[in-house]
């Protein structure tokens, strides 16, 4: 981040524009919204200036600026046309060590000024620290038409209970859920729907009922979320929801910052990563962990690259939960076999190459691979391998030991779908030599059959893909 994105209190104190046309007047108007006692300085003032003084108190000063001027501001705007008396205010400014925003000029500038979608006292702010203000400009245009009007009623409506629910619901989470559960029920229904008195008295049954449960635990429960290969945008909308809802997250280092940065702001984040052969937390400490969170009330988010359920020791995770009668939820994901397989242009199954495609584990026990070769070798069949980086030289080596023809086409693919993802082709005999050569890392995927000679009649429809998804992510509302 390089700004910290605050929202400045500045209701009551001085403020300062220097400048007479349609960005000050800009500056002078968000000003006097926010409560200033606001002066501008100008030899004259402009069009749109002099309209809002029409409809608002200001005090206009013709002379010139002094450092008088400054007194008890904590913001100024330099919005002149002549750059002198920009950089005067500059200097006066950083002398007093108040904050300045020259328009146009970033470099002189103590802050940025975002665009905002006012719904107040809703606010929504969004700039792209001076990298891009089109994309800003169009993030607004697409939240003005979602953010409905009425949520500024809602805002204001669920402000004017605020304390009352802080005093009736002490416990963090149980007030979190209640306010989650007004916010998306029938309270804010009624109030969009301009009916203030039926929203008044759903909002008081909410309240009795609340004091009826008094302060008890919330009962926990646990989602185990697929999130797909690492493009957040291979998210489900079931996933994301989940995602927003938890209280607690426990994820590990196949979850990139992607995804990491849709969960919950405030939801209690920790690290369960495994480093190969290197096993930090193990799985029955991470079982306890979710059964403790789920016991204490929390809503525990369980993060798992891919799907929960394919190599990903869900089925192990849930049994526990099981067996302690934790309530829990599991939300598939895409695979890295799927995720992979589009992005790189393999398509897994083909009709003129594999009928069948199989997924196996390629992780060594005691250094050994422990596959049933009788099964991975067959005619028109893809197999992919997971886990299969670290022996891949083994895994090669057994498939051309067992039968299969050295020159069977082959493939890696190094962080699929997530940026800097790298596919290497070759065959069974060529591959391990090739993946040396690249440096491939972890997370990789290894893809065996003859479909991986449609990756280049196909590349077009793979570069497309990344393209596209390249621009969804700009256009994500
Ligand atoms: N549950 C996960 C798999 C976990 S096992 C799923 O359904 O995808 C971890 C293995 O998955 C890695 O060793 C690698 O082989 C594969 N993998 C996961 N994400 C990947 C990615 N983005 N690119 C390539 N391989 C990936």
């Not at 291979?234 to 927003?244: E, H, K, P, Y």
């Not at 049994?319 to 589009?342: R, Y």
């Not at 997924?359 to 050994?368: A, Q, S």
């Not at 067992?402 to 779908?417: C, F, K, R, S």
């Amino acid at each position: 981040m390089d700004h910290l994105p605050i929202f400045l209190n500045v209701k009551g104190t001085r403020s300062l524009v220097v400048g007479s046309g349609f960005l000050a007047a800009r500056k002078a108007d968000l000003l006097l919204r926010a409560g200033c006692k606001l002066t501008v300085v100008a030899p004259a003032l402009g069009e749109e200036l002099a309209r809002l003084a029409e409809t608002h108190n200001f005090d206009h000063k013709k002379g010139e600026l002094t450092a008088q001027d400054l007194t008890g501001c904590r913001v100024v705007f330099g919005c002149s046309h002549d750059n002198a008396i920009n950089q005067k205010l500059c200097e006066l400014a950083a002398a007093a060590g108040i904050l300045v925003n020259v328009s146009d000029q970033p470099d002189s500038c103590d802050f940025i000024m975002p665009a905002v979608v006012d719904r107040s006292p809703l606010l929504v702010a969004i700039a792209s620290g001076g990298t891009s203000p089109i994309l800003t400009r169009m993030l607004k245009a697409r939240l003005e038409t979602t953010i409905p009007a009425a949520y500024g009623r809602l805002a204001e409506f669920a402000g004017s209970y605020r304390q009352r629910i802080k005093a009736l619901i002490p416990n963090m989470t149980r007030r979190r859920r209640f306010w989650e559960t007004m916010i998306a029920g029938p309270v804010a229904e009624h109030l969009f729907s301009g009916q203030l008195e039926q929203a008044k008295s759903l909002m008081d049954s909410l309240l009795d009922k609340a004091a009826l449960d008094g302060d008890q635990q919330p009962i926990g429960e646990v989602y185990l979320v697929g999130t797909g290969p690492g493009d957040p945008d291979l998210l489900t909308f079931r996933a994301l929801r989940l995602m927003q809802q938890a209280d607690v997250v426990l994820y590990d280092r196949l979850i990139g910052d992607g995804i990491l940065n849709l969960v919950r702001r405030d939801a209690k984040r920790i690290y369960v990563g495994k480093l190969p052969k290197n096993h930090t937390v193990s799985q029955e400490e991470i079982g306890k962990m979710l059964i403790r969170l789920a016991q204490e009330g929390k809503r525990v988010l369980r993060l798992k690259g891919g799907d929960p359920f394919v190599f990903g020791r869900g089925g192990e995770e849930i049994e526990t939960l099981a067996e302690n009668g934790i309530a829990f939820q599991v939300i598939p994901g895409v695979t890295a076999a799927s995720g992979c397989a589009a992005y790189a242009g393999i398509p897994l199954t083909h009709r003129d190459h594999a009928q069948a495609c199989i997924f196996v584990t390629g992780h060594e026990k005691d250094g050994k691979l422990d596959l049933n070769w009788g099964v991975l070798i067959q005619p028109r069949q893809t197999v992919v391998v997971y886990m299969g980086l670290s022996s891949l030289g083994l895994i090669t080596e057994g498939f051309v030991t067992h039968g299969a023809d050295p020159e069977t086409p082959a493939a890696i693919i190094e962080n699929g779908t997530r940026e800097g993802q790298r596919v290497i082709t070759g065959t069974l005999a060529s591959l391990p030599g090739k993946t040396t050569e690249a440096g491939i890392k972890s997370p990789a995927l290894i893809i065996i059959g003859s479909v991986v000679t449609l990756k280049d009649k196909l590349s077009w429809f793979a570069d497309n893909n990344q393209e596209q998804a390249m621009k969804d992510a700009v256009n994500r509302p």
